[in-house]
């Protein structure tokens, strides 16, 4: 996710994360299908190729199409997992993917009994300061919290947290740009 990207998972990365996760239950292999969506999820956070390929209107979408099949075959991605993100491209939802990978984390977390948290850091945060936080937000939240995080050094410092619609922002750069706008007022 990059600055200026829209963290709220639309209504079509529902119904397809729903349909992933019902088909995923159906075949007993929820655990499997999950590392794969965990593995998609990494490869869109890690490359901004990928993430600008699939949202550029200059590609067609038969080539969006197979630029994300090769990646799937890359992964080693499940047949399941491979159809998905091919339907999902053919449909022109290929930039949907993030939030699809999103909304099915929350599902299984929830099918967990959990609670799904992304958590943004300008560094990639410790095991120890990841710890810390999970114990945070299972003292806040009452209940076992499934911690995403993805490193945005544009942050500058700080976190954002965001667990279902609520999100909590104590990066520096958001302090520093109310600052800013509370010194053009005055």
Do not use: C, H, W
């Not at 890690?46 to 630029?67: G, H, M, N, Q, W």
């Not at 114990?135 to 995080?149: F, N, P, Q, S």
């Amino acid at each position: 996710m990059t600055a200026g990207e829209d963290v709220i998972t639309g209504e079509a990365g529902e119904r397809y994360a729903r349909a992933l996760f019902e088909l995923a239950q159906e075949a007993e292999s929820l655990d499997s299908t999950e590392r794969d969506v965990d593995a998609l999820g990494e490869a869109f956070a890690e490359s901004v190729d990928l993430r600008r390929a699939v949202k550029s209107p200059i590609f067609a979408r038969d080539d969006k199409a197979a630029a994300l099949d090769a990646v799937a075959k890359k992964l080693g991605l499940s047949d399941v997992v491979r159809n998905f993100v091919a339907v999902a491209a053919a449909n022109g939802r290929g930039a949907d993917l993030p939030d699809m990978v999103r909304a099915f984390k929350r599902m299984t977390a929830a099918e967990r009994g959990a609670t799904s948290a992304d958590v943004a850091s300008a560094d990639k945060l410790t095991a120890a300061q990841l710890k810390e936080l999970q114990a945070a937000l299972k003292t806040a939240l009452g209940r076992d919290v499934e911690i995403r995080t993805e490193v945005r050094p544009e942050l500058i410092g700080g976190l954002v947290v965001k667990v279902g619609s609520r999100m909590f922002d104590s990066s520096l750069r958001t302090k520093l740009e109310g600052m800013r706008n509370a010194m053009k007022e005055a």
